[in-house]
């Protein structure tokens, strides 16, 4: 479902900023580099195919013309300004403020923006939206279609309205306090819980301790219409803010187009200064320990603060330097973590460190750890995760750990390279934002490329050594311990008190260094006899070649240049979980990640990953509802690992009963306990009561667990891969074709088969309810919400491209009346969401499905009810061909972006193939010959007139 309008707010690791404290490791760099820096800090030269502007009143440009996707742009306005700028009294207005902004300005009015964007093929939600988090606010309007030069004048036009050209207008205000505050209510879960309370603790001293975005809602429901205002003309001001354009578009135009736009805009004299709000140091550590009865299981963060690297240092080659050396120590300590999770005896499911800002402040960074403790062992595991860090901290990395990292950074760099020239227009947009709001540096993805060459393999290890003793503090100083743990009845908790003796234990223990276990030796151990392709045809419509094998296997072949550095696989063969009864559901559940966790060939688990380190290359095979599946990713230049992963997954996965009692461990903390979120028990009464209450489609329950066979899994996971002569081998990408046809014989070809034997496509499984069925049920919640979902569903006897289309345009067109109604008009609902598709069956597409849901405030769920269900009937009768075009110009943009994209083919081909249906041919005249019409005689005829309609709805008890 659309979340539409969201704000940040990430209290989890973030991994990608990048800053440190001292500059000793840098200069220690410098040193091992020798000549390659002989001058101080060389700095990092800007990307030259991005126009970077000001203007004399402030305002920023970054415009770059970039051609993938083809034809399209984004537009961005970014504000480096955020809720922290807010007064006590106005908690809350700088995202309410981000709401307004689809509601009324000098050249949209009403909900003109969001009106216009659709007539463009652009869908709110999704490509227009915004956030608002601490201390930036972003707008945007992305996959504009370039092909109407209006569309682009237009788009610039709204990011103006955004910049000073808000209407704000009173009764509009009023009708948006109601979304807002739903928007708090349907966010109100544990960890939000959590953070409201605690973040002064967090914060002694300093502002951001009362500065979430959501706010108040005391002042979110009462504020003053001029109280918005006032926030709005203080704030957004041009020298604040800054236009970031990419895409298909003509530079010079629009950087003359912004100039002339925000010509007359000026900053007043007196104007207020955005100044950086500092957070002090902790010289006593501060511990934070508190319970949720819906927080699912506990966790525990360690903070060790430190102050950022000033923005004046940013630009340097140092600084980039010192985030590989970071990057590197980061995917060491985490690769150990990992390790250990696989030990029976130790104490926790999960731990991950990382690096960057100190919970929600720029001004202040920090090194982060978090662990999830089994069960009960809550200072156990923070002990465990302590000793670790004090172990790097003393012994560091070894060097086998360091070869790895090395290799696995430099082919990310390497694979963002090779694929330069269809790099997509938000990966600028997100290196020209950190430029804008964080000083990052922006060269070129060629410079890039060329310093990481040039400077990680010089890197010594013992610079990664000296970053984790510099990191990793051992002093109570801006230390921050914070504990949430899940409140249960009967469970003791751990005080304060307990943590800071673990953190203590854990600084005082011996420890020696560590040890790393690897294994030396090719994938696959022994060649098998190589097959042979015997026949071959092309297919010139569709553009693909069919390759028939020596063993009866059969593969797809289409070579494309939609991306430089993606290959994809996916092999199918009819029969999957409908193979298999009642006494297998809980392995059917848990197959696919049973099966993931297991080794292949002669490596375990572990030794795999190990072994993947620094290769772009994946496999793995899935149980679908009828068909088995093994997929599989890969670089051009990593093919053959793939195709060798692929082997083994039919020939040999490796049993790993360390892997697998770490996940049953990690299922059953997570099963055990995910009831005591109501969203979860609503979506598992929906599965119930769309799937006719069938146990084979229920969702996963702890007490399934003990009913899990791993030695029964593996004889599933050999049945169904047993005979390759039943797979199909579907290939989509930049593949080197004569290298490809090799691993074929090589890894395809050989693979054992049974020509002889029939294919088992299984029984007919899909229950679906029928008839009208109703479930409102009540329960007990923290904070008050509810949900509502609803699914209409018909039968067909046959699928038909035509009408998977209108079922599409349907759902899409039923979003937009509900979204008005419900939404915009009544404030009955956050956020709502409605989608139409096909059910997929034995015989492929059996049934149409009409889907409508929203989460909502409790006192509004008979109104959100009921303008629901007259929003499907009103619907059925007539549509609105306003919307319906907007939707058609959607699918039209949709449908030319897939025809460029390697998944999308995959399905093509496969739909073809397995079922002789061309999906891909005629999809964009039966699009276009889409009318109001025929949609709501559609909702009529097939979907309503079926009678069958499943709702869900879920209130707090009262
Ligand atoms: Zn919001």
């Not at 800053?19 to 200069?27: G, N, P, T």
């Not at 999770?341 to 919970?359: K, V, W």
């Not at 997929?631 to 020939?651: A, I, R, V």
Request: charged letters at 25%; hydrophobic letters at 35%; a neutral charge.
């Amino acid at each position: 479902m659309n979340v539409l309008k969201q704000y940040i707010f990430n209290t989890k690791i973030n991994k990608t900023s990048m800053k440190l404290r001292s500059f000793f490791v840098a200069a220690m760099l410098l040193l091992s580099m020798g000549s390659l820096m002989a001058q101080q800090m060389p700095s990092i030269p800007v990307d030259p195919n991005v126009r970077v502007g000001k203007l004399s009143n402030g305002l920023t440009y970054y415009i770059r013309h970039n051609e993938y996707p083809k034809n399209v742009a984004n537009f961005y306005i970014a504000q480096r300004v955020g809720s922290i700028n807010e007064n006590d009294d106005q908690r809350g207005l700088a995202h309410f403020l981000e709401h307004m902004a689809f509601n009324g300005s000098d050249h949209f009015k009403g909900n003109g923006i969001i009106d216009f964007t659709r007539t463009l093929g652009v869908e709110f939600g999704s490509d227009l939206n915004a956030y608002t988090s601490i201390d930036q606010t972003v707008y945007r309007v992305c996959d504009v279609p370039t092909t109407r030069v209006t569309a682009l004048d237009s788009c610039l036009l709204i990011l103006k309205d955004w910049s000073d050209g808000l209407t704000l207008d009173a009764k509009e205000i009023d009708k948006e306090r109601g979304v807002v505050h739903q928007e708090w209510q349907m966010r109100s879960d544990a960890s939000m819980r959590f953070f409201e309370k605690y973040l002064p603790t967090l914060y002694p001293g300093s502002k951001y301790g009362y500065r979430l975005p959501i706010g108040l809602m005391s002042i979110v429901d009462n504020f003053k219409p001029k109280e918005l205002r006032d926030y709005y003309h203080k704030w957004y001001r041009p020298d604040n803010q800054a236009i970031i354009i990419v895409g298909n578009v003509n530079v010079d135009h629009v950087e003359s187009e912004i100039k002339k736009l925000w010509a007359g805009v000026t900053v007043p004299a007196n104007a207020a200064k955005v100044v950086d709000e500092l957070v002090p140091d902790n010289n006593t550590p501060i511990y934070v320990s508190d319970k949720d009865k819906e927080q699912q299981y506990s966790e525990i963060s360690v903070y060790m603060k430190r102050d950022p690297v000033p923005d004046s240092l940013k630009n340097s080659i140092a600084y980039l330097a010192q985030n590989y050396v970071k990057d590197m120590m980061f995917y060491m300590l985490n690769s150990r973590f990992s390790e250990l999770t696989q030990n029976d005896s130790c104490p926790f499911i999960q731990a991950d460190t990382g690096d960057g800002q100190y919970l929600i402040s720029k001004t202040k960074d920090a090194f982060q750890a978090i662990v999830i403790p089994k069960d009960g062992k809550d200072t156990a595991a923070l002990k465990a995760m302590v000793i670790e860090l004090q172990r790097a901290r003393d012994y560091g990395f070894t060097a086998t750990e360091y070869a790895r990292a090395k290799s696995d950074l430099l082919s990310g760099i390497e694979k963002l390279y090779t694929n330069k020239d269809k790099t997509e227009n938000n990966y600028f947009y997100s290196v020209y934002a950190a430029n804008y709001l964080d000083k990052e540096p922006m060269p070129s993805i060629e410079t890039q490329y060329q310093l990481a060459n040039a400077i990680i393999p010089r890197i010594p290890l013992e610079a990664v050594n000296e970053m984790a003793k510099e990191l990793i503090s051992n002093s109570d100083t801006n230390l921050v311990v914070v504990e949430q743990a899940q409140e249960k009845e009967g469970k003791t908790y751990v005080t304060v008190d307990e943590l800071k003796q673990a953190v203590a234990a854990a600084r005082n223990s011996s420890l020696t260094a560590w040890v790393d276990h690897v294994k030396q030796e090719p994938l696959v151990a022994k060649m098998p006899a190589k097959g042979n392709i015997v026949k071959e045809t092309e297919n010139k419509k569709l553009g693909f070649k069919t390759l028939y094998l020596s063993n009866g296997a059969k593969v797809i072949l289409k070579k494309t240049d939609f991306k430089n550095d993606e290959v994809l696989m996916q092999a199918t063969a009819k029969g999957g979980s409908n193979l298999f009864g009642a006494a297998d559901y809980a392995n059917l559940k848990v197959f696919d990640d049973v099966i993931g966790y297991s080794g292949i060939g002669d490596f375990s688990s572990t030794e795999l990953q190990k072994e993947l380190a620094g290769k772009n290359a994946n496999a793995n095979l899935n149980l679908g509802n009828y068909h088995a599946t093994v997929s599989g990713n890969s670089t051009p230049k990593d093919l053959e690992t793939m195709m060798q992963m692929t082997y083994l997954y039919f020939t040999n996965i490796k049993k790993d009963e360390k892997s697998y009692h770490s996940l049953m461990n990690n299922m059953e903390l997570a099963l055990k306990n995910k009831d005591l979120r109501p969203e979860s028990v609503f979506s598992d009464s929906l599965r119930l009561d769309r799937y006719a209450h069938n146990p084979r489609f229920a969702s996963l329950k702890a007490t399934d667990l003990s009913k899990v066979s791993y030695d029964r899994i593996l004889t599933i996971a050999k049945q169904l891969t047993a005979d390759a002569s039943k797979f199909t081998f579907y290939f989509s990408g930049n593949f080197d074709e004569a290298k490809l046809r090799d691993y074929i014989e090589q890894y395809i070809a050989s693979l054992p088969a049974d020509t002889k034997a029939k294919v088992n496509p299984g029984k007919e499984i899909m229950t679906l309810t029928m008839g009208n069925y109703k479930d409102h049920f009540s329960r007990k919640m923290e904070t008050p919400k509810a949900q509502l979902y609803a699914f209409w569903t018909s039968k067909l006897s046959k699928d038909n491209l035509s009408d998977e289309i209108t079922v599409d345009a349907a759902g899409q067109v039923l979003n937009m009346e509900l979204l008005r109604s419900i939404r915009e008009d009544n404030s009955a609902a956050y956020s709502v969401g409605a989608q139409g598709f096909p059910q997929t069956t034995l015989d492929n597409k059996a049934y149409y499905v009409l889907f409508a849901g929203c989460p909502m405030d409790p006192a509004k769920a008979q109104l959100a009810y009921d303008l629901m269900m007259k929003g499907v009937k009103d619907a059925s009768e007539k549509v609105d061909p306003a919307d319906v075009q907007k939707v058609k110009e959607f699918m039209l943009k949709q449908a030319d972006e897939d025809a460029r994209k390697n998944g999308h083919w995959l399905n093509v081909l496969y739909q073809y193939n397995e079922f002789g249906q061309d999906v891909q041919t005629d999809y964009k005249a039966i699009v276009n010959a889409l009318t109001p019409e025929k949609i709501s005689s559609f909702i009529q005829k097939v979907i309503l007139s079926s009678g069958n309609k499943v709702e869900v709805l879920m209130t707090p008890v009262k």
